[in-house]
């Protein structure tokens, strides 16, 4: 009941409060951020916002601090100034902590002069949600015309290991023809938990390499206008064609250098087959693809297996570049293989081979899942 009355009356006198507590409040240094020390227990005066008795500047520029770093960090992060403001864009009230309400509340506002305020009140400041207070902070910085999900994916996009782990999901869906159509994707993404949070990140990570988030703030927001300016088409199909494209590049490269994740382990394997290198011909009656195994069931008269395992062990150790040394050693084993099979080995010898690539691959396997478990 308490806090509720704290709500109540701080909801009441916030909007004077921005200049009633001025002298006790602390300023970044451009004016964007403002963190002022708030106490409804107290009772205010009329037409003022109550203050923490006997408080110190010290109390709030810890606060200050957090904010700031947040908002540099997304400033250079996307390659955004920060604004030049005559008014506060993001006040943060904070209260002295002798209550058990750890919520972080945010409430966008409208000035009488038309410009756009983020107020965040903090009942219990040592206590509150710190990935609540960023998401308060970054829709200060970002802009209240933003859908929350940009918001959620502009955060994940900072941090490098959420940012991989969205790229591998993402790349699951996508090598796995479950990712939603690529315009439909940018006017109906919603905020995602669990796994489906991946989806903002990713897209936010794209908004980030390509340096748009400057071009969507301070606009109505349109899904429509974000799929054109990421994949520069203006037609559907061609945009979702932009990111099959894109994400063909991604599956290709080297998500982080010396590791390897489930879905490298599981593109690499999806490789491990044997395709006719002519258009339109057989590498096995009636078949155009044939597993390793198959390969050393054919006989060794047939040329077009052996002309393809011949190309297939040039490809496999490039499938395992920079991707640690346990999958590359498991594509050199493969890759022998290969070889044996195009230069005509006995099949007892190529059964020994094979069975050899497969074990380190099941070894790298195991490897993975051991870590996911920790990681758990």
Same mark, same amino acid.
């Given at each position: 009941m308490a806090a509720t009355s704290a709500i109540v009356t701080w909801a009441g006198v916030s909007a004077q409060a921005e200049i009633a507590v001025v002298p006790k409040a602390a300023?970044?240094?451009?004016?964007?951020?403002?963190?002022?020390?708030?106490?409804?227990?107290?009772?205010?005066?009329?037409?003022a916002a109550p203050a923490v008795p006997d408080d110190e500047v010290g109390f709030r520029l810890p606060i200050l601090a957090f904010a700031g770093n947040t908002v540099d960090a997304l400033s250079q992060a996307f390659d955004v100034k920060r604004p030049k403001v005559r008014e506060p864009g993001l006040i943060i009230y904070a209260q002295d902590g002798r209550t058990n309400d750890?919520?972080?509340l945010v409430r966008a506002e409208t000035r009488a002069n038309g410009s756009r305020v983020v107020k965040i009140f903090l009942p219990s400041p040592g206590y509150s949600d710190l990935d609540d207070l960023r998401t308060g902070i970054a829709r200060a910085f970002i802009g209240t015309e933003m859908p929350?999900?940009?918001?959620?994916?502009?955060?994940?996009?900072?941090? !490098? *290991?959420?940012?991989?782990?969205?790229? &591998?999901? =993402? @790349?699951?869906?996508?090598?796995?023809?479950?990712l939603p159509f690529f315009p439909a994707?940018?006017?109906?993404?919603r905020v995602g938990k669990g796994k489906a949070a991946a989806l903002p990140g990713y897209v936010a990570g794209w908004i980030r390499e390509k340096k748009l988030l400057g071009r969507l703030m301070g606009h109505a927001w349109d899904g429509r206008r974000l799929a054109e300016l990421l994949t520069g088409e203006t037609e559907p199909?061609?945009?979702?064609?932009?990111? !099959? *494209?894109?994400?063909?590049?991604?599956? &290709?490269? =080297? @998500?982080?250098?010396?590791?390897c994740g489930l879905w490298e382990l599981d593109f690499f394997s999806s490789r491990l087959m044997l395709g006719t290198p002519v258009f339109d011909t057989k590498i096995l009656p009636g078949r155009a693809f044939c597993t390793f195994r198959e390969a050393i069931d054919a006989d060794g008269s047939n040329l077009m297996v052996r002309a393809a395992a011949f190309m297939k062990a040039r490809e496999v150790p490039l499938y395992a570049l920079g991707r640690g040394d346990d999958l590359q050693a498991a594509a050199d084993a493969y890759a022998r293989f290969l070889l044996g099979v195009a230069g005509g080995e006995p099949r007892e010898t190529l059964d020994g081979m094979l069975s050899a690539a497969d074990a380190k691959l099941e070894?790298?396997?195991?490897?993975?899942?051991?870590?996911?478990?920790?990681e758990r």
């Open positions: 300023t970044s240094y451009d004016g964007f951020i403002r963190v002022v020390a708030y106490d409804p227990a107290e009772p205010g005066r009329q037409g750890t919520r972080v929350d999900w940009v918001i959620q994916g502009v955060l994940r996009s900072q941090n !490098d *290991e959420l940012r991989r782990a969205d790229q &591998r999901f =993402v @790349l699951s869906l996508w090598s796995s023809a479950r994707l940018c006017t109906d993404l199909t061609r945009q979702d064609r932009a990111s !099959d *494209e894109r994400l063909a590049r991604l599956a &290709r490269s =080297v @998500l982080e250098p010396g590791e070894a790298v396997y195991e490897k993975r899942g051991k870590d996911n478990h920790r």
